[in-house]
């Protein structure tokens, strides 16, 4: 089965960086897409950043310039890095990930969440 565990998750200063990690395991044959979404309370989940499989990045317009995704192919892992964060970055971060496995069709995944809180 495929799952999509997230690390990195904190409580962090105005001004400071944080890395999210998000590793994909399970009967993967082929990664597609890959993001990162967030949800702060009361509000909808939006995108942050997505990455296709040769690399080419879209950002939210809040982001670019302070937020950097990557990702690692052959260990199927994708990274946010996030700088000069601020409170309003505050959110509940998820994984996606658009996945072809060995027990299912091409499917879209999503992670459990890790919580970013940016406050003084």
């Known amino acids: 089965q495929v799952q999509l565990v997230e690390s990195g998750g904190d409580l962090v200063q105005p001004g400071g960086s944080l890395r999210l990690s998000c590793a994909a395991s399970g009967g993967i044959l082929s990664i597609y897409t890959m993001a990162w979404y967030r949800q702060a309370p009361g509000k909808e989940r939006d995108l942050v950043a997505s990455i296709t499989t040769g690399g080419v990045t879209n950002y939210a317009g809040s982001v670019k310039g302070r937020f950097t995704i990557s990702r690692d192919n052959a260990e199927n892992t994708v990274y946010l890095q996030m700088s000069s964060l601020k409170p309003e970055d505050t959110a509940v971060y998820y994984c996606?990930?658009?996945?072809?496995?060995?027990?299912?069709?091409?499917?879209?995944?999503w992670g459990q969440g890790t919580q970013v809180t940016v406050s003084s």
């Open positions: 996606y990930a658009d996945i072809l496995s060995q027990f299912t069709r091409r499917t879209r995944y």
